[in-house]
């Protein structure tokens, strides 16, 4: 058994993951097997652009190709998938991408620059009845432009050094412009592109399977003949593991059950800890009485003691760092002494409670109950719900415990049939425009579930993002959170840990902190 751990909540413990794993790249690669993982869902469509669920990306990821990637073995390193190479200017405020030649798609017609650009316009310019999660991720796209059949070019409204990374999200999937012509609803019902999978088969609540590509353009990839992953999650995933069924769950496991696994298999696993780009919020719904009050909003922040139930939570789930919106201890994040500034983040609980009682009072609210929806994905979601109840029941709110399977989760979500929610957003990488995504105005990022418009935190939003001052720009991202959080329209409460337990036959694979990342399963091999 090997274990990378994080010493910290910082960083570094991801660089000294990464270079475990580009240790492992070194290894000579063996060809053939079959890869068997863990999925806790089954995707609610094949729709990469309206995807926001890792278990979708989890599946889809192998079957597609994007414009840039994030560098197995070297993250938060960039390197071209179908891109060969690309020039920025910052004057002409546009973004060049040379395509590589020879790309071919799983039908056996040829990728090329219109594709990209055909994919990109649906993603920044959605057409009617296409939902696209990546338009406010894309907003700084003024136009999208065919140079050649080779060469897309990308002009910017502002120079905006965010955007580079969001070119490598494993969500840009690369359609088919030839197929979307004929069949605009493909991407939802049809997966084809010319990632290094083809899909073969998915049966709802059991497998999804893929073969190797072998005409895929990486040279001697994917080094796998198939991949089978499997619905399954909570102690399932754990057993499976452990009886060689299956190899690995991607996403990870709790703490409890990393450790169950390296004392029963010892060698035979692989461990991988550090600080997850994934948190847990609750959003209020701000069109309906009683959360378009600000009273009521902010007593419910108020009432969660972050401080000492994360240190109980800690102990026995993944549920580990208290934080705001961005990732805690990280290049961006407030101290400590500046969190307790916020609503919700003193050390004085008592008092918190004793305002948030107050509140309740002023607002007519004093026996203020509510739904909380929850979704029935990873058991921790539940528990971080019944610790937010447990936490509002201290001021004599009285919550309804409204757990739901994903698909009505989701359609809550968008359509805004829910009082208040237990919300996830994982990230791809340290980026507060990436993360702040979250939680601007609904009409204005389709991430956002808070059903609010505050033209206020959307203003500090677009400043912080074309700030070229690091100082000026971390004094937005303070104003940002304290605006968020004294209006507490979406409450960010916990960041979690990642602990990823793998069969030590399971090589090639890149740890890094979001677990939508180093899915497409090019450069993984089986030496077993």
């Known amino acids: 058994m090997s274990i990378l751990k994080g010493v910290s909540a910082g960083l570094l413990a991801l660089a000294i993951a990464g270079g475990s794993t580009a240790g492992a790249l070194a290894q000579t690669p063996v060809s053939g097997g079959t890869l068997r ?26 079957h597609y190709s994007t414009l840039l990637r994030f560098k ?42 219109e594709d990209v650009a055909t994919s990109y316009e649906r993603m920044t310019f959605p057409p009617e009845g296409v939902v696209s999660e990546r338009i406010e991720t894309f907003r700084q796209i003024e136009d999208i432009t065919v140079l050649d059949p080779s060469t897309v070019q990308f002009k910017l409204k502002e120079w905006d050094t965010s955007v580079l990374g969001t070119f490598a999200s494993p969500w840009n999937c690369i359609f088919s412009a030839e197929l979307l012509a004929s069949d605009p609803e493909y991407p939802g019902n049809k997966v084809m592109g010319s990632g290094p999978f083809v899909f073969e088969e998915f049966v709802a609540g059991s497998v999804w399977k893929a073969s190797r590509f072998d005409n895929y ?4 990839q994917p080094y796998l003949d198939a ?38 298999m010892g060698d035979a696993v692989t461990s991988y800890v550090g600080p997850s780009l994934t948190h847990f919020l609750v959003t209020f719904n701000s069109e309906v009485a009683p959360f378009d009050d600000p009273r009521v909003r902010r007593a419910l922040n108020l009432a969660i003691d972050r401080w000492n139930g994360i240190a109980g939570l800690s102990a026995t789930t993944e549920m580990k760092y208290v934080g705001g919106p961005l990732l805690p201890f990280g290049a961006y ?41 929850v979704r029935n994905g990873p058991p921790v979601l539940v528990d971080f719900g019944v610790f937010l109840i447990d936490q509002w029941r201290q ?10 399977e994903t698909p009505p989760w989701a359609a809550a979500i968008s359509d805004g049939s ?49 700030e070229a001052d690091p100082a000026a720009r971390m004094a937005l991202l303070r104003q940002f ?24 036959a399971l090589k090639g694979w890149t740890f890094s902190p979001s677990n939508f990342l180093y899915l497409d399963q090019s450069g993984t091999w089986l030496d077993e």
């Open 37 to 62: 993982y863990a999925v806790s869902d089954d995707p609610a469509n094949f729709d990469c652009h309206s995807g926001n669920h890792f278990a979708a990306l989890m599946r889809l990821a192998p």
């Open 72 to 113: 197995p073995g070297s993250y938060p390193d960039i390197e071209g998938d179908v891109a060969e190479s690309w020039e920025a200017d910052p004057a002409a405020l546009t973004y060049t991408f040379k395509i590589r030649d020879g790309i071919l798609f799983h039908d056996g017609t040829t990728l090329d620059a």
């Open 217 to 220: 353009f990486r040279d001697g």
């Open 227 to 264: 991949l089978e992953s499997y619905t399954m999650e909570g102690p399932a995933v754990v057993n499976a593991i452990q009886a060689g069924q299956i190899h690995t769950d991607f996403r990870g496991v709790s703490p409890q059950s990393r450790v169950r696994l390296e004392e029963a």
């Open 333 to 373: 994040s407030a101290s400590v002494e500046e969190m307790q500034e916020w609503p919700g983040y003193s050390f004085d609980i008592e008092a918190a409670r004793a305002e948030a009682r107050s509140l309740l009072a002023e607002a007519g609210q004093e026996n203020l109950s509510f739904s909380l929806t």
């Open 395 to 404: 001021i004599g709110v009285t919550v309804e415990n409204n757990v739901v």
């Open 418 to 466: 829910f009082e208040a929610i237990v919300d996830i957003f994982s990230a791809l990488r340290e980026e507060p425009t990436e993360q702040f995504t979250k939680y601007v105005s609904y009409d204005v990022s389709a991430r956002s579930a808070g059903r609010f418009t505050d033209r206020d935190l959307d203003a500090l939003f677009n400043a912080q993002a074309v």
């Open 481 to 504: 959170e304290t605006r968020l959080l004294e209006q507490s329209y979406s409450l960010p409460v916990v960041w979690l840990e990642r602990d990823v337990v793998m069969s030590s």
